[in-house]
């Protein structure tokens, strides 16, 4: 599994912009289609709120990619 650190300058960045910035999605609809068919986990667990607050510390995995935003 390939894996990326996303630093943030930020309290928290959403689910749907995290797969956006990291390149993961190119539109802000794909990535909602990948979060709500459940393809996303945050922290191990699958997630389906698009709009999930991620803050320092939480990873993310999809797609072969786990992200960890630093």
Excluded: H
Aim: net charge positive; proline share 0%; glycine share 12%.
């Amino acid at each position: 599994m390939k894996e990326e650190k996303i630093s943030i300058t930020t309290e928290f960045i959403k689910l749907d912009a995290l797969l956006k910035f990291a390149g993961i999605a190119e539109t802000g609809g794909e990535a909602k289609q990948a979060i709500q068919e459940g393809e996303v986990r945050v922290n191990g667990e699958v997630c389906t709120m698009r709009g999930k607050k991620l803050r320092r510390g939480d990873q993310v995995e999809t797609s072969g990619v786990r992200i960890l935003v630093t």
